[in-house]
């Protein structure tokens, strides 16, 4: 959880807060075992969601308290790292739960099943795409990022400004370790300067990806109630 008497100036306070209380509502979410042994196809593509969700849910609750954990080690760097994974976890779930609620609303069947194994299994390992078939590549990241974009302008400015710390190329690398001083030398300082920036963004980040806990409620309301008809036959 962020502490609210150290949100850096110019940084909402009220971003840090709503993203501690969507958090603490994921964590609550959080269940230790999902069977996806059920009758139906529909049943079954619903647990599968259900493991999707929780699964992510899982990653970006690790990489916020991680990023939390790194800044307080003055290792701003990493906390970046975070902060960015972060936000293509949130752009992946943005995607996801807003093709899987009309569906199902619907009870689409065939449509969710189109869906869902591809999502759940989506990988870049040649030997799994061989193995399951060209449906399960995974996408391109940026695809999902400019996608959340429409609703959320700032997203696609932030994570480039992420993108640029997190890879190696040389500019990012000097802007955040490093000062060019009056005197013409470069000063370093391990990017200790960027403790604020890099709390700004994580917090950014992490409220981005709060914000879904909302899509994620009415997806498990709709799976409980579909599930609770087929038990009712």
């Not at 869902?116 to 695809?143: C, F, K, S």
């Amino acid at each position: 959880m962020f502490d609210l008497t150290s949100v850096p100036a110019g940084t909402p306070n009220e971003w840090a807060q709503a993203a501690n209380i969507a958090m603490a509502r994921l964590q609550a979410r959080k269940v230790s075992q999902i069977s996806y042994e059920v009758p139906t196809q529909l049943g079954f593509c619903c647990r599968w969601i259900a493991i999707y969700t929780q699964a992510h849910i899982r990653r970006g609750l690790s990489l916020l308290a991680s990023g939390i954990d790194e800044i307080g080690r003055g290792r701003t760097l990493a906390a970046a790292l975070c902060a960015r994974a972060l936000l293509e976890d949130a752009a992946l779930l943005f995607t996801f739960n807003r093709d899987v609620l009309p569906l199902l609303d619907q009870r689409d069947v065939e449509g969710l099943d189109r869906l869902i194994i591809p999502r759940a299994l989506a990988t870049r390992n040649q030997r799994e795409i061989e193995r399951h078939g060209e449906e399960v590549r995974a996408r391109n990241i940026l695809t999902a990022i400019d996608k959340m974009a429409r609703e959320h302008p700032n997203v696609r400015p932030v994570y480039d400004e992420l993108s640029e710390v997190c890879h190696p190329n040389s500019l990012g690398v000097l802007w955040h370790f490093s000062e060019i001083t009056g005197e013409g030398d470069v000063a370093f300082d391990d990017g200790q300067r960027m403790r604020d920036p890099a709390l700004h963004h994580l917090i950014f980040c992490g409220l981005v990806f709060a914000t879904e806990e909302v899509a994620i409620e009415r997806i498990e309301r709709l799976i409980e109630t579909i599930l609770g008809e087929e038990a009712a036959g």
